[in-house]
Structure formats: C-alpha cells, structure tokens
C-alpha cells in the first residue's frame, strides 16, 4: 500500500461556500477532482494501491467565516472530514483537522473534538497563521497540545499573487508567488522555529513541510555555514540557548515527497532528513491532469530513487503509520 499523506479536499457539502469566498481562483471549481467524488474516485481507481490522507485546500475558516464563524465552521468542516473518512476507509486513510486560529482557546477545543471523538490525524496549519509568523507566542499552545497528543501539524505554506516581488509593481508577475513564494514560505516558518527556540522548547513537536522539505535539503550547507562560521565571524547570538547544532533542528521536521517527480531532488532530501522522515505525498490534484500525473510521476520517482527496498516501503507507508498512528 502507498498512502499519500498530503491530499487535498474540498468537503463536497462546503464547496458553495468556498466557491463564493474564493471566486478568483478558477481552479477551485475546474479541478473537479477537487469537490467532486465520483471523479476522485474514478482517477484513485487507476492506482489501487494508494489510499489518501486529506487535507482541505485555500482558505482557512476564519478567512472563510470570519473570526466570529470560523469556529462553527471549523467544526462543520472535521465533521465531513470524518464523516468521508469513515464512509470511504479504502480510500482515505485519515484527515487533517482544520482550526478556528484566530481563537486559540476555542482551537485547543476542537483539536482534542477532532482527534478524541473524530478519530482524525492531526492538524492543518497555513502558514504564515492569520498572517503572523509560526513562533508567535499565541501560537505555542498548539504546539504543546500536539506534543501531547503525539500528533503530526501539517504545514502549508500561502503566499497572494496582489503582494509584488519588487516595490514598484502592484502585483506578482508570473506567478511568482506561488511558483516560489510557497517554497519561501515553508523556509522562512521552518527558521523562524528553529531560531527562535520553539523546536528546542518542543523536542517531540512533528511539524510535516510541503514540497520535500523547500529549499532547506538543498541549501543545508548555507546553513552550518551561516549560523556557525558566519556568526563566530559576525558576533550575532542567534544559536544562544539552542543545544543541538541549527541543521540538526532542521532535521526533525518531517516532509513529504510532492515535487510532480524529480528523483535528484528526493535523494537530496534523503541524504539530509534520512529515509525515515519522508513521506509519500503527491500534492493531489493539483497538477495539469487533475491529480493523475503527479501521483504517477511521484511513484515513478520514489521507486527510482537508488535506496534499499526497505527505505521505499518506509516511505510509502510505513512512515506514515507510525507518524499518524494508523493502524497496521
């Protein structure tokens, strides 16, 4: 079995709403594989073998619902999570609950509803989190709540396209933002815990990263030599208080294999988060065939990376069981 642990879903009896709140992506209504089940489910049946994990795309409930809506909307949402989950258990293998953020106090509620009563798997976070960077302190109790529940957060990075790449244009050209921008963001969040103490303070926090782990496995060097020679060179403290070296905090966090393929770059994350940090995850449906040639392109690049069988299996699912806690 493969299971894809960062698929995206829009609850089918909520897609008005987020239709409406998002008209300006087109997307959104012309992937059908994204709301539509029965053409999910016809594109699932061409690759048997893997079972889903979803994750609800765009925007949050409080974006949706507004900070006075989003916790009855939050709900509403896990509760069809849960509710696909249950009905379809060969197709999806979990779900990731979704969070009235702009309420921590009424957050904490639903993720102990969410996992206690609706059996789902962890939480979503988009990140930056209402706009504001992942080590706010607002933040932290989420983050210990987590911990205790031994739990994965799943990251997922936004970026606007109305937000220019340079100071004199009104907006971002080429689709720059999301192009790369995601990438950034998911690295800005991953340093801003790292530096700022909070995966110090949280040993056992399990946060996965979007896109294989951005740009850290690939510019992993920059970072010992930024944070360890440079700072001796410079005199900056930003390591004061940390106990482990800055590319060893990078290492704890998990990340998935969705790259639309792309082999090298898979043996890049492999050889700086080893294989027991990868997981499967296609980023379905979000490519130029509605979620079949990303799933065909990621297995076609996990099964050719040049690791042991055992490390494949690992990655496909056995990681995946243990992280989620599903069963055997």
Known sequence: MKIDIYCHLIPPKLKELMFEKQKTIRELKTNVSLHDLDARFRLMDRYPDVIQVLTVPGATPDDLAGPKGAVDLAKKINDELAELVDRYPWRFAGAAAVLPTSNIDASLREIDRAVNELKLRGILLRIPI?????????????????????????????????????????????????????????????????????????PKLKIIIHHCGAMVPYFSERITNHYNQSEMRNKTNFTVGLTETPADYFRRFYTDTALIGNTPALMCAYDFYGAEKLLFGTDSPFDAQIGDYGTKRTIQAVEQMDIPAPEKRMIFEGNARRLLRLPV
């Not at 932290?140 to 994965?152: A, D, I, V």
């Not at 050209?173 to 921008?181: A, C, E, S, V």
């Open 130 to 202: 209402n706009g504001k960077p992942v080590d706010r302190p607002e933040f932290l109790p989420l983050y210990q709540k987590m911990c205790e529940l031994n739990l994965p957060i799943w990251f997922h990075p936004h970026k606007s396209p109305k937000v220019p790449d340079y100071p004199d244009e009104t907006e971002s050209k080429y689709i720059i933002w999301h192009m790369w921008g995601l990438v950034v963001e998911s690295t800005y969040s991953m340093t801003r815990l790292v530096f700022s103490g909070v995966m110090e303070k949280f």
